[in-house]
């Protein structure tokens, strides 16, 4: 086993087990931490283990273009408030898997690339054993925070993941573009304003993909995982 098998491992140890209701898992972080890749990988581990388990996005939930710009191309609060559409997100997938849900749950609200909504997507039925997983930015967003039975914050330094934007975003190579500020700076208002990280059940660090750490989880204090 690999390191970066243990620590998926250890991860998936960490996580609530569903007991005659779906448990909702939130994979949080900042732009290109390696979210997505953890989630997909933990979705697999679980159900190895058995689990029953369903995956979704955030990015499949993006509010339209001139909703996500209406405070400018640029503005990094734009970003925090107006990226994600979290209404369409809960009454689509949250509330179908919490208290008198009806268990049938839609993965795709909008499509980035085409800018288009979806109103024409299958939706999928679950049972009360599933285990949801969850990535996205601003996960722990107000109104979305009290859904979750548990938080993994994916960590790594912006110099890591400004390189990572540069190369799978097309973005400028410059920290002071005002495209590459807008995250940046979005990403400091959610860690202001919610401390997100300081939240999650297990921390995260991603900087070196093949040898991720972890540095906080029940019963490893902040210790990483060697």
Same mark, same amino acid.
């Given at each position: ?16 087990? =569903? ?10 972080g900042p732009d290109a931490s390696g979210k997505t890749t953890l989630r997909k990988e933990l979705g697999a581990e679980l159900r190895c283990r058995g689990r029953d388990v369903v995956e ?85 967003? =107000? ?52 401390? =997100? ?15 991720p750490r972890i540095l906080s989880g029940p019963s490893l204090g902040t210790v990483p995982l060697t």
């Amino acid at each position: 086993m690999d390191r970066r098998q243990k620590v998926i491992g250890t991860v998936a140890d960490s996580l609530p087990r =569903p007991e005659g209701a779906p448990v909702l898992i939130a994979i949080d972080g900042p732009d290109a931490s390696g979210k997505t890749t953890l989630r997909k990988e933990l979705g697999a581990e679980l159900r190895c283990r058995g689990r029953d388990v369903v995956e979704v996005s955030m990015d499949d939930f993006h509010h339209p273009r001139d909703h996500r710009y209406r405070q400018g191309r640029t503005s990094p609060r734009g970003f925090w408030e107006d990226s994600f559409d979290h209404e369409a997100f809960i009454e689509k997938v949250l509330k179908p898997l919490g208290p008198g849900g009806d268990r049938v749950v839609t993965l795709r609200h909008h499509d980035l690339e085409s800018d288009e909504l979806l109103p024409d997507t299958r939706s999928v039925g679950v049972g009360d054993q599933v285990t949801l997983l969850a990535d996205g930015l601003f996960m722990q967003h =107000p109104g979305l925070a009290e859904w979750w039975n548990a938080v993994v914050w994916v960590e790594a330094p912006y110099s890591v993941r400004f390189t990572r934007m540069v190369t799978r975003d097309g973005l400028e190579e410059d920290p002071d573009d005002p495209v590459q500020r807008r995250y940046f700076d979005g990403q400091l208002i959610y860690r202001r304003e919610v401390a =997100p990280r300081q939240k999650a059940l297990v921390v995260v660090d991603n900087a070196d993909p093949k040898r991720p750490r972890i540095l906080s989880g029940p019963s490893l204090g902040t210790v990483p995982l060697t």
